[in-house]
């Protein structure tokens, strides 16, 4: 079982709808999560960190975590073309390195 | 605001050969770390350095070295090249000091290294 697991898709969305990205991770000790978008041949951005379980938000993006469920979500409202990009979930556990996901594709279509 | 650089942003190296690169971090960051991030993949953790020593290491061969800088700049060196070396090498900086899990880091472009 990987650590961090993501769909790798790709999700495909509306321009306008929601997109839902999922991800579960395996280490009960985990305490930080992160999202990074990164664009083809880009290196990863970072959208968004969660500590607290419960929703997080920052503009069109809301952060969801569950760690009983170890399970962390981004979702992202009134998606854009300009949000098509690879979706990668990491996790931390105290000062232990970042865990990374394989990424989830999302395409928004016009 | 200086964000995080890196250089080269390409190499070309033959199997065998040796290679370093090179990161200078965020500015007010002095923690570097280094992910190396194959096609298809997520970033895979080789080392991080804070005050000039290596704090962590991932599960990779001793082929991969580094060092950092007190500038706090660091680089990447990797022995005898493997054609699996081949990959987008990130360096990533954050404040060591905030330690723990707020330690929140930022990716400079990567350096795209081809081995043939």
């Known amino acids: 079982q990987k650590e961090v697991e993501q769909n790798s898709g790709p999700l495909s969305v509306p321009e306008g709808a929601i997109a839902s990205l999922n991800c579960t991770y395996s280490?009960?000790?985990?305490?930080?999560f992160f999202w990074y978008r990164q664009y083809s041949g880009k290196s990863p951005e970072l959208i968004m960190f969660?500590?607290?379980?419960g929703d997080k938000e920052d503009g069109r993006f809301t952060a969801q975590l569950n760690k009983a469920s170890q399970y962390v979500s981004l979702l992202i409202r009134d998606s854009q073309p300009s949000d098509s990009a690879t979706y990668l979930c990491?996790?931390?556990?105290?000062?232990?390195?970042?865990?990374f996901g394989s990424g989830t594709r999302l395409q928004v279509q016009p | 605001d200086a964000g995080v650089t890196q250089s080269p942003t390409h190499l070309i190296k033959t199997r065998g050969q040796q290679v370093t690169l090179r990161c200078s971090p965020k500015?007010?960051?002095?923690?570097v770390s280094w992910y190396q991030q194959a096609l298809g993949q997520g970033p895979q953790f080789i080392f991080q350095?804070?005050?000039?020593?290596?704090?962590q290491r991932g599960n990779f061969p001793d082929r991969f070295s580094g060092h950092q800088f007190p500038n706090y700049s660091s680089e990447l060196n990797v022995n005898a090249l493997l054609l699996g070396d081949s990959a987008l090498y990130l360096c990533?900086?954050?404040?060591?000091?905030?330690?723990?899990?707020?330690?929140?880091?930022?990716f400079g472009p990567g350096t795209r290294l081809t081995v043939l």
């Open positions: 969660i500590y607290s379980n």
């Open positions: 990491a996790v931390k556990a105290g000062r232990r390195a970042l865990t």
């Open positions: 990533a900086s954050s404040l060591g000091s905030s330690g723990g899990y707020t330690d929140t880091q930022y």
């Open positions: 350095y804070y005050e000039e020593e290596e704090r």
């Open positions: 500015s007010g960051h002095d923690t």
């Open positions: 280490d009960r000790g985990s305490q930080s």
